[in-house]
């Protein structure tokens, strides 16, 4: 982080602290409501804490929403389907494809990760359905809900919602933290829609604001000296991954660790659609070979991305074109836009020479391309010879003992295509040092008071090393939010023995407003006594929220008899 944007953020800081009125309080400020920051809620709640949820988008869930599936270790799920997984498997795993992870937290999210993430998101409303084999784990443990994780994330929104501990704002940006005494004690905001500002305060604040792989200075500027840093470079994350939490993280200290682990994508295409021509889209197509600029082949075209990165590290510029035939062009996936369909994949990305070039013959093809005529020949000619001998010599993609699967076919059938493909932006493994209870701890290593840290803005601490391998960041991002949510409630000075939506704190003392809640506490330590299910009050017509009509505590009315 630059010495610049730190000393704007404390120029920015002392100016709102000496403008801006202080708003309200909350016991605990959760900064980002992605994954992590939704559980970091949830669980400050649990706990007995006001929440206040602040997002600078307008709605919840962060990249989980895009996102796919979660790296579970011994799930019950697992072992309905025979697979017999183990702490030992997942943590050898990672620890063999990472480059020096975390020791700790790889074992801790190992040990405990079908306990404290798929357990909990089971107990929460949500289901998985599907666990895939990757090529990257010794036995299948990649887990999905129907659909993307977006089916994570709705259950816990929900479950928000209806809890009368979290508050949110949307379209809240934090833009400075603001300290008292050494301690972390508000975030500075800025309206995204009106531009006003204002400074909460609690007493202890969480940052889950994701990464910043959305800020091309800030992901060059951390780019690793490992590789060439590539000439192009396509933005593959959210609109809000600007890195904000960085920029604040180091204005209060903390000590930033491994920011040169970045997730880089190589198979990134311009989006037709974006003006600014910096945002990507992910293309793939498992039937196309991949050429450099030379022509040749230089990878197995279905290893995981850790070889195709090592691979490239020679390019002069990573990148590679995908080439394939008629039967091929069938097969193309383009991801990452809304707008996205078979048609329009077609109309805006095949046949559109921007990005894809295409021509009847091999020399035509080349020459649009401009890629070497006798390079690309010899290749496919290759490739077409080792298709039908049933053998991959020069990178063993299939052989005799692994033969081919259906995607291996000859490139014969014209129209030829090429599409040139650049890196793209996607994950952090780098971020804010935290410790065991994710307090972000500055450069001697000591906890900064009142500063808690989750998520990908930790680089999921460090789980795996330098390598994002497949669902490794959404079941830590809520792991680490579960941890930092309880840890700053406790910090924050509320723990409770039960549910109290907010009415006292730890020594059982009233907060404003508590009085309020009498009713509320009493029906519902007598439900929970009880042992009674959610449904047997609530319902439709019933929700669990502060009655907000007539029909409502009309409706409420019938529950009064349970009790009285
Ligand atoms: C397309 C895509 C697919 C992916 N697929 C997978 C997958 O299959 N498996 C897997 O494990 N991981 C996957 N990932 C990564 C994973 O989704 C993220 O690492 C994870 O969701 C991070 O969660 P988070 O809550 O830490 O951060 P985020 O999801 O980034 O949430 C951060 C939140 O903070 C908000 N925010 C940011 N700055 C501020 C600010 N200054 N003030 C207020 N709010 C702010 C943002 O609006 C956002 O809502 C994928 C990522 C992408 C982009």
Redesign the pocket.
């Known amino acids: 982080m630059s010495r610049v944007s730190t000393y704007l953020f404390c120029a920015l800081l002392l100016a709102a602290c000496s403008q801006t009125p202080v708003a309200r309080d909350a016991d605990v400020i959760v ?7 939704l559980a970091a809620a949830l669980e400050a709640s649990g706990q007995g804490a006001q929440v206040l949820l ?4 307008s709605v ?1 869930g ?3 929403v ?6 579970l270790v011994d799930t019950e799920l697992q072992r309905s389907k025979g697979i017999q997984d183990s702490p030992d498997l997942a943590f050898g795993d990672w620890a063999l494809r990472g480059k020096n992870p975390d020791a700790f937290w790889a074992w801790r999210y190992a040990e405990n990760s079908a306990r404290d993430v798929y357990d909990w998101l089971v107990g929460k409303g949500v289901g998985f359905h599907m666990i895939l084999p990757t090529n990257e784990d010794s036995v299948p443990r990649f887990h999905f809900t129907r659909g993307t994780a977006v089916n994570a994330v709705v259950p816990l929104l929900r479950e928000m919602l209806y809890d009368t501990n979290i508050e949110f704002r949307w379209n ?4 400075a933290l603001s300290r008292l005494g050494g301690r972390i004690n508000g975030v500075l905001t800025r309206n995204e829609r009106t531009g006003v500002e204002q400074l909460y305060r609690a007493n202890a604040v969480v940052l ?4 910043l792989q959305n800020n091309l200075a800030e992901v060059r500027a951390n780019w690793t000296a490992d590789a060439a840093e590539p000439r192009r470079l396509l933005k ?3 609109r ?3 890195g ?2 960085y920029r604040m993280a180091a204005w209060a200290g903390a000590e930033l660790k491994n920011m040169d682990r970045q997730v880089t994508f190589n198979n990134g295409i311009p989006d037709p659609r974006d003006t600014s021509g910096e945002h990507g889209l992910l293309a793939q197509n498992p039937m196309a070979i991949w050429v450099n600029a030379v022509g040749h082949r230089f990878v197995d075209e279905s290893a995981n991305i850790r070889v195709v990165t090592e691979a490239t590290r020679g390019f002069d510029d990573p990148g590679y074109w995908m080439v394939f035939d008629a039967e091929g062009a069938r097969r193309m996936v383009v991801r ?1 836009a809304p707008w996205l369909s078979r048609e329009t994949i077609r109309d805006d990305v095949l046949h559109n020479p921007r990005i894809t070039s295409h021509a009847d013959t091999l020399q035509d093809l080349a020459r649009q391309a401009g890629l070497p005529e006798h390079g690309l020949q010899t290749t496919v000619e290759t490739w077409n010879r080792m298709v039908a001998a049933g053998e991959d010599f020069k990178f063993q993609r299939f052989s005799k003992i692994a033969p081919p699967d259906r995607t291996v076919r000859q490139i014969v059938t014209p129209p030829f295509y090429a599409m040139r493909t650049f890196p793209m932006t ?2 952090n493994m780098g971020g804010p040092a935290i410790n065991h209870r994710g307090q972000m701890l500055n450069d001697k290593r000591v906890p900064i008071p009142g500063l808690y840290a ?4 930790t680089g999921v601490a460090g789980i795996n090393g330098s390598y994002g391998g ?6 830590p ?1 809520v792991m680490l939010g579960r941890i930092a949510g309880t840890a700053a409630a406790e910090d924050a000075g509320v723990a409770l023995s039960y549910r109290s939506s907010g009415a006292r704190n730890a020594a059982g003392q009233a907060r404003p407003g508590a009085e309020g809640y009498w009713h509320f506490d009493v029906s519902h330590k007598l439900v929970s006594e009880r042992g009674y299910s959610c449904d047997k009050c609530h319902s439709e017509t019933n929700p669990m929220q502060p009655a907000a009509s007539r029909a409502i505590l009309l409706a409420r009315l019938d529950t009064c008899t349970l009790c009285h």
Do not use: P
Not at 470 to 475: E, K
């Open positions: 900064v980002g409501a992605g994954i992590a920051g602040i997002d600078a988008n919840g962060g990249h989980a895009k996102a796919g599936g979660f790296a809240t940006r934090a833009i889950a604001t994701g990464g593959g994350a959210g809000f991954a600007t904000d939490g990452g996607r994950k989750a998520g990908e803005l497949a669902g490794t960041f959404l079941g991002s």
